[in-house]
């Protein structure tokens, strides 16, 4: 039977062929099907992209760290929004992601309805920090004795006798900063994002943790430590380079007073009798 006038409406039982409504909405779905859901597809992002460690660097964020590492930044300190949108010139938007990075990194921490702060790690925090180091630590030597070339080593023994000239003229804040920098160097030169990261935090927090259980009996370690350990891995020393690492973080960590005193009970009796 041909089809007539009520197969445009789809409604007659007898039509041979699909009404013009039914081909239209074919069409329609094959294009939406094409361009709609096979979009192009999109650009990978970067291992820095995600990790936050892109060749970009963050100005702002870069000098408070700085002023951390530096023990000018000490625990406790209020960072006001508005006025550090001042000091660096932008909008407080700009330093709330500086603010939640840090926050991220554990250098800063932020109080609901108080703001962001400092850090001041606790007693058991500091001893984990530490405990990370060493096992971090000789895992980067390992890498870097396995890769590294002359000029790499002429960087760290350059960055040594600036540390060492920082100590000569009593610049306490560059030997603080210098110190804690070293560390970082061998991890940048392993070039392994995710660990440059992790080291930065570590040396951040490590900073931090110095300020506050620093010991003012107990000198700090010297100079001659670093310069052991570039000796130790440029000649390929690898053993002896860890042996020297672990002693120099158990050097730093002997400085701090981290002893936990037990809290004494509360009498209860005593208060409330």
């Known amino acids: 039977m041909s089809c007539d006038g009520a197969c ?3 409604r007659s039982p007898f039509c041979d062929n699909p009404p ?3 081909i239209r909405l074919t069409r329609i779905a094959h294009v939406l099907n094409s361009e709609t859901l096979s979009p192009a597809p999109r650009k990978a992002r970067s291992t820095g992209q995600i990790l936050g460690t892109g060749s970009t660097r963050d100005g702002i964020y870069e000098r408070i760290l700085n002023a951390v590492m530096e023990h000018r930044l000490i625990p406790g300190t209020k960072l006001v929004e508005e ?4 000091v660096f010139q932008v909008n407080r938007t700009r330093i709330r992601e500086v603010l939640a990075r840090l926050a991220h990194e554990g250098i ?8 962001a702060f400092i850090a001041s790690p606790s007693v058991e925090e500091a001893r984990h920090i530490f405990q990370a180091r060493r096992i971090l630590e000789p895992a980067l ?5 396995a890769k590294a070339d002359s000029q790499q080593f002429r960087r760290l023994h350059a960055h040594v006798a600036e540390e ?4 000569e003229t009593g610049d306490k804040r560059a030997v603080i900063r210098l110190s804690g920098e070293f560390h970082l160097l061998i991890a940048q030169m392993v070039d392994s994002p995710p660990l ?3 080291m930065r935090e570590l040396s951040s927090l490590t900073c931090l943790i110095i300020l506050l259980y620093d010991s003012p009996n107990v000198p700090a370690c010297p100079n001659h430590e670093h310069t052991e350990i570039v000796e130790a891995m440029e000649q390929g020393e690898v ?11 158990d050097h730093i960590e002997a400085t701090l007073d981290l002893s936990l005193e037990d809290e004494a009970e509360v009498d209860l009796h005593a208060i409330f009798g």
């Open 108 to 115: 800063v921490t932020t109080i609901p309805n108080r703001g």
């Open 164 to 167: 060492r000239a920082a100590r």
């Open 8 to 10: 445009l409406d789809n």
């Open 83 to 86: 006025k550090l949108a001042g």
């Open 196 to 198: 440059v990261k992790l």
């Open 141 to 145: 030597i390992r890498s870097l004795v």
């Open 239 to 249: 053993e002896a380079a860890i042996g020297l690492m672990l002693g120099h973080l």
């Open 20 to 22: 013009l409504t039914v």
